[in-house]
């Protein structure tokens, strides 16, 4: 996610119109995007991974054969007329390459020219309203001075007493006054649904035993997870051009942030559409569209993303929050998925090389014949979900083979990652990043070496503002934060019974958000805001590490 997303940003995208949500009786699986688009509701699996086109950034083969333009000709023209062939076959490939890699560019929204007279991604929110369909609309920079969303609501009162919202079952926000029945009538609605679950708070301080004051970004958070999540069950990242999109892996974490928060409507609906997404063989597109058809723009798979969502699908299983009939119409995903990764593994049993959640390919990384711990730790999560699944179900020929397999990851990492303490990649001398906090809690028992690797990572990676790069020696702009990396590291504190350094990442998080409130994708090196708000994954993640501070939240057993 990070590498691919720290690029230029685009302009502002208009709302579209929104389906009536539609479940199938059964999940719906394809091998390609169909030709018509789906009714509303229904999604597409999209293109699998022997389908994709190289990465745009992938060089072609050192020996590859000329292209058909290039090849010898039958009979040999003059000298001069042979001379002035290649080199007009030369201009025509260097104009082809150029127009391919502009083409390959713009399909993954890197080329994307920001509108300098439009906002782009500098809104600090969402409007919203209280009514179904939910969506929201970025609210403009010159609407946000003084501006504030108005108590447990997505209704923003702005800076002359106004209000902005977005009336029940529309899709553009209007300006009204403070008087209009509208209003109430959108905060009432906003206000019960956050009263059907919890919103956490973390508890009382430790220290004092007063209040944290994390109530509000905690509701915030909630709430624009709810105007992310599209009827369907697509959850977007962000509400922008290059961000308005489903990722398998940042949906998993919204699933665990509506189940743990009381909300498994929502968790259930997320699950559904991943359900219906998933390909025959158990994997997933890299990222969908809102509408559930997959983005074929040159992405291949990501491994990581089967063993998240494993994860989640175990956590709303067995979170005493939910209901305990959902599994039945979601087995056969978690079957898919679990066999997959447990065919996948080589004989020293480790998945091979992937893409995660950085998406960069990986013949970038210190070590491209393995995968990295980003890929490994949820692979082994996953493997360990599945196979409590399948116990609690009573499938105990699935539970023994995906146990085998979990163990066999889990030794893999003991052998590959171990001796040179949980670097991204299993060299001497690895980079560190935030991908070895997914082994260890909440999605794997601690142990204290990886404990130790956490604490060299977080080091590694800290910046002066107070936040953390994606990882050691960043390629990406070195003086800005993620929020998301930032807030891994708070959930795996929080998790741990670390308070105090859970309570400094929360800290940290709640005095960067945007003018209303909002949690960005990124922090400057002077503290403001420096990407899109806002960002779906780090308000799923601030939800769990509050929660993991009030009570313990569950680990998959091991093997």
Same mark, same amino acid.
């Given at each position: 996610m990070a590498e691919e997303r720290d690029t230029t940003v685009a302009p502002l995208v208009p709302a579209e119109p929104l389906p009536t949500e539609t479940l199938p009786a059964e999940p719906l699986r394809a091998e390609t995007v169909p030709a018509e688009p789906f009714p509303a509701g229904i999604t597409s699996a999209g293109t699998t991974s022997t389908e994709l086109p190289p990465p745009p950034h992938s060089a072609p083969p050192p020996h590859s054969a000329p292209p058909p333009h290039e090849a010898p000709l039958p009979h040999k023209a003059p000298p001069a007329r042979r001379?002035?062939? #290649?080199?007009?076959? /030369? *201009?025509?490939? *260097? *104009?082809?390459?150029? &127009?391919?890699?502009?083409?390959a560019l713009i399909a993954t929204g890197g080329a994307t020219v920001p509108d300098r007279s439009g906002p782009g991604w500098a809104s600090p929110g969402l409007i919203g309203g209280g009514g179904w369909p939910f969506t929201g609309v970025p609210l403009s920079p010159d609407q946000a001075e003084g501006a504030s969303y108005l108590p447990d609501s997505s209704v923003i009162r702005l800076a002359d007493g106004r209000i902005r919202l977005i009336p029940t079952g529309g899709e553009q926000p209007v300006t009204v006054d403070a008087s209009d029945p509208r209003v109430d009538q959108a905060i009432r609605s906003d206000n019960a649904w956050l009263s059907q679950g919890v919103v956490p708070t973390g508890g009382l301080d430790p220290a004092t035993g007063t209040d944290m004051g994390y109530r509000n970004m905690a509701a915030r958070a909630l709430? $624009?997870? #709810?105007?992310?999540?599209?009827?369907?069950? +697509?959850? &977007? +990242?962000?509400?922008?051009?290059?961000?308005?999109?489903?990722?398998p892996r940042d949906s998993a974490f919204a699933v665990a942030a509506f189940t743990v928060t009381g909300h498994p409507a929502e968790a259930r609906r997320i699950l559904r559409f991943l359900s219906r997404a998933q390909t025959d063989n158990g994997m997933w597109a890299a990222r969908y569209n809102p509408d559930g058809t997959a983005v074929a723009d040159g992405r291949a798979p990501q491994l990581d993303s089967l063993g998240w969502v494993l994860w989640a699908t175990w956590f709303h299983r067995v979170h005493d929050s939910g209901p305990r009939d959902e599994l039945p119409e979601l087995w056969p995903m978690v079957r898919r998925a679990a066999d997959h990764l447990a065919r996948?593994? $080589?004989?020293?049993g480790l998945p091979p090389a992937s893409s995660d959640y950085w998406e960069r390919d990986h013949r970038r990384e210190e070590d491209p014949r393995r995968p990295t711990l980003g890929v490994v730790g949820?692979?082994? /999560?996953?493997? *360990?979900?599945? /196979?409590d699944l399948a116990e609690r179900r009573g499938e105990g020929g699935d539970a023994a083979r995906w146990h085998r397999a979990a163990q066999r990851v889990s030794e893999a990492v003991d052998r590959q990652f171990a001796p040179y303490g949980y670097p991204r990649s299993p060299v001497p001398g690895g980079l560190m990043d935030t991908s070895v906090t997914f082994i260890a809690p909440?999605?794997?028992?601690?142990?204290?070496?990886?404990?130790? +690797?956490? /604490? $060299?990572?977080?080091?590694?990676?800290?910046?002066?503002?107070?936040?953390? &790069?994606?990882?050691?020696?960043?390629?990406?702009?070195? $003086?800005v934060a993620w929020t998301p990396e930032t807030a891994m590291?708070?959930?795996? +504190?929080?998790a741990s019974g670390r308070t105090d350094d859970a309570l400094s990442r929360l800290s940290w998080l709640s005095a960067h958000r945007t003018s209303l409130g909002v949690l960005p994708e990124k922090v400057g090196p002077t503290g403001e805001p420096a990407g899109p708000a806002p960002l779906g994954w780090t308000a799923s993640l601030v939800l769990l590490s509050l929660s993991a501070l009030?009570?313990?939240?569950?680990?998959?057993?091991?093997?």
């Open positions: 001379r002035s062939r #290649r080199r007009g076959g /030369a *201009r025509t490939l *260097r *104009r082809v390459t150029a &127009l391919l890699i502009v083409a709430l $624009d997870l #709810r105007l992310l999540t599209r009827p369907n069950g +697509a959850s &977007l +990242a962000s509400w922008y051009t290059k961000w308005r999109y489903c990722w996948s593994l $080589d004989a020293e949820p692979v082994l /999560a996953g493997l *360990r979900s599945a /196979a909440p999605f794997t028992a601690a142990d204290a070496d990886v404990t130790a +690797a956490i /604490a $060299d990572a977080a080091r590694k990676t800290a910046l002066p503002n107070g936040g953390v &790069l994606p990882g050691e020696r960043w390629s990406g702009n070195p $003086d590291f708070g959930l795996n +504190a929080a009030e009570r313990p939240l569950p680990v998959p057993p091991a093997d």
